[in-house]
């Protein structure tokens, strides 16, 4: 209903004030008297108040009233016109929130083959009534408001893999809502699954702990990217299952999937959205495509990523197998979630639990939206930071994930960032929690968003460098040339990129990248700023890239496909461009079989030498030199008191010249673009090349 069409509203702005909105079209917005009445004990009373300001054709009036929540009020003018009272203003208050603060873990169904207990929490509404249903049957049973605002049943029955749904009513509206603590949902979150848990219970594998961020090196991949492409050998295309195949090859014999992983060397699998998001059909799966950045459920599992998307368990069974085989191949898990806003506000399951509270707004009320997606999540709020604590929780214990990247963290506020780094550290000591850190402008002041401005407050969480990847590639202009490019006037800048000391806190916080999901591959961004040079030329600058980030103080990013310089046609925002454009290309990986060995032999060195790995500044600094030689090429020194060797020299050229350097003899060549050889303390290092000297 258009709200110019209405002539009386009233909204509870506190506990204690009721504001009503009187057309000025209706007897000129004028009433020299308002009633309020308690429907359930029929009470009314005269309210007293005062005339406010005239907003968008309508007076308002301030109005003193004592309101319970949970109960239906109703407001009369003095011409008998009625309107009931929303209360979904209230929800912005701070009373509100220290008074319907919930601290129970019971939130959600839990299930004995005796009894279901489902606890919901919404505070706001005046009723809600369980929905049960199975094969044809369906049941209701009317729901018990507790304190905090929390709403229980408990159905006497044997409910494992039964349907649910909250019909929840506010004054003479209701609507149906899955539970938003549900453990699993049937397809496009048509509602939800009781689930027992024994049934799911998670596996255990012991992995080497990660003392230090530095140790991981981390590859970025999206679960259906991974196994669309028919040339990789993977069966369950497009599935959480695909990452639980083994022996998987291409047509020329070599290793696809996980055994590829493996044999590349990283540490750490960071998983693009595995939760549920919104605008994929999960019926018809092939038919739509995303990335998954637009969530619809935060604890549910994807279902266009499970083989049968109605069946519960296998929403989280599947998804558990594919974790457990990553963890049976000496990889951990990151998962990357979205908690800085939703998909549609008005849609998801908690805006229909409470309405107005789970979203930020600002002082007018206004949906604030930094995150450019129209809504931006109310992390502040004490019931929406339990809700993000509980279901990362949920992601670590139940499905095992080893840490978590935030898209859009500088959306979050700090507190909440430092709470999940305690909970997840708590839960395993070797848990990882980074993230995008730009400044969105959200509406929270600047100082309380977790951005890489304000690092130093939360010092055990990692920030994405964009100053390293706009050094080194150029920035998101796809012409813009960086120092691995070719713009030797970044020579200097490139070096303190290298260790960045200035613009972190601690050396773990540094998230060195060049290449992810979001704008153009580094490949395809050197094919249109290079157009000039030949291919050999240009796959040679993007084997420098990837080079420069696995060498530098700090933690490495490698995006899926970078290593065989995958493309996505010169697409640069692929978020829904589909499966010919975003998927893994493994024929690359034969084509390019060479260039992944280079990539695999930098990674084995940076494992083996802790001196690529170094987390104390001060030992960086007494370990570490790096040189311009003539404003070109970049001498990056490295030594150690242990490890595979003592003493590296490695060399970027991204220039054309050949530029001579004086070297020990007792030095080797471990790696070289080039057939370089030290004779007599003298090397050559020719134009766009890279070399690794150790002794």
């Excluded at 990151?334 to 229909?352: A, F, G, P, R």
Aim: overall charge negative.
């Amino acid at each position: 209903m258009q709200r110019q069409s209405i002539r009386m509203y009233a909204e509870a702005i506190a506990f204690d004030v009721v504001k009503v909105y009187l057309s000025k079209g209706y007897y000129n917005g004028i009433s020299p008297k308002f009633y309020i009445k308690d429907t359930l004990t029929t009470e009314q009373k005269l309210l007293h108040g005062d005339m406010g300001q005239e907003e968008n054709g309508f007076n308002t009036y301030l109005l003193h009233a004592s309101v319970i929540l949970g109960r239906s009020y109703v407001i009369s003018d003095a011409y008998g016109l009625t309107c009931y009272v929303d209360f979904s203003p209230i929800a912005l208050t701070k009373e509100f929130d220290d008074l319907f603060y919930y601290d129970g873990d019971d939130l959600g169904a839990h299930y004995t083959p005796g009894v279901t207990t489902f606890k919901v929490w919404s505070p706001l509404s005046t009723e809600v009534t369980l929905k049960v249903f199975r094969n044809g049957t369906t049941l209701f049973f009317p729901m018990k408001r507790e304190e905090k605002g929390v709403y229980s049943a408990k159905v006497f029955k044997d409910l494992d893999n039964w349907n649910y749904l909250y019909e929840i009513k506010m004054n003479e509206d209701s609507v149906e809502s899955c539970d938003p603590y549900a453990y699993a949902s049937t397809a496009n979150m048509a509602s939800s699954v009781v689930i027992d848990l024994n049934k799911v219970k998670p596996k255990k594998y012991p992995l080497k702990a990660v003392e230090h961020y530095t140790d991981a090196i981390i590859y970025e991949v999206g679960v259906r990217d991974f196994s669309m492409d028919g040339y990789g050998g993977l069966r369950h295309k497009g599935k959480f299952l695909a990452f639980s195949e083994t022996g998987n090859k291409t047509v020329m014999g070599h290793s696809t999937g996980v055994d590829y992983l493996e044999k590349l060397g990283i540490t750490h699998v960071q998983l693009m959205p595995i939760n549920d998001f919104a605008t994929v059909d999960e019926d018809h799966p092939y038919d739509f495509y995303n990335w998954g950045y637009d969530p619809a459920q935060y604890n549910v599992t994807e279902g266009s990523y499970v083989t049968l998307p109605n069946d519960g368990y296998r929403r989280i069974r599947e998804c558990q197998e594919m974790i457990d085989n990553l963890h049976r191949h000496r990889m951990r898990v990151i998962i990357d979630v979205v908690y800085n806003h939703m998909h549609d506000v008005n849609k998801n399951t908690l805006e229909k639990t409470c309405p107005y509270y789970f979203f930020r707004r600002d002082e007018n009320g206004n949906l604030s939206n930094g995150s450019w997606c129209g809504n931006d999540l109310n992390s502040k709020g004490k019931m929406c930071r339990k809700y993000i604590l509980d279901t990362l929780k949920r992601w670590q214990v139940l499905y095992g994930a080893d840490g978590f990247r935030m898209d859009l963290m500088g959306i979050v506020d700090i507190e909440t960032v430092n709470m999940i780094l305690a909970q997840g550290k708590k839960i395993d000591p070797s848990f990882m929690l980074y993230g995008e850190g730009w400044n969105m402008g959200t509406a929270i002041p600047e100082n309380e968003r977790t951005t890489i401005e304000n690092n130093h407050q939360t010092p055990g969480v990692g920030f994405f460098n964009d100053h390293f990847r706009d050094t080194l590639r150029g920035n998101n202009q796809i012409e813009t040339k960086g120092y691995v490019s070719g713009d030797t006037y970044k020579t200097n800048e490139a070096i303190i990129c290298m260790a960045d000391y200035q613009k972190f806190y601690s050396i773990e916080q540094n998230l060195n990248y060049i290449e992810c999901h979001d704008n153009a591959t580094m490949y395809d961004k050197i094919n249109v700023s290079n157009v000039e040079e030949n291919d050999l030329c240009k796959e040679r600058r993007c084997l420098m890239g990837i080079g420069m980030t696995i060498f530098a103080q700090g933690i490495p990013f490698l995006h899926a496909g970078q290593e065989f310089f995958d493309t996505k046609q010169g697409n640069n925002n692929s978020y829904n461009a589909g499966d010919m454009v975003n998927q893994l290309d493994w024929g690359r990986r034969d084509r390019y079989i060479e260039v992944t060995k280079d990539v695999a032999l930098f990674i084995k060195l940076r494992k083996n030498n802790k001196c690529f790995r170094m987390f104390d500044y001060d030992d960086m600094r007494a370990h570490l030199e790096i040189n311009n030689l003539n404003h070109r090429m970049i001498e990056y020194h490295v030594w150690q008191d242990e490890g595979e060797y003592r003493d590296f020299r490695i060399y970027f050229n991204p220039s054309y010249d050949k530029i001579d350097v004086e070297i020990d003899d007792d030095y080797k060549v471990l790696y070289c673009m080039e057939n370089e050889s030290i004779v007599n303390r003298h090397m050559t290092v020719t134009g766009v090349s890279m070399v690794i000297c150790a002794r």
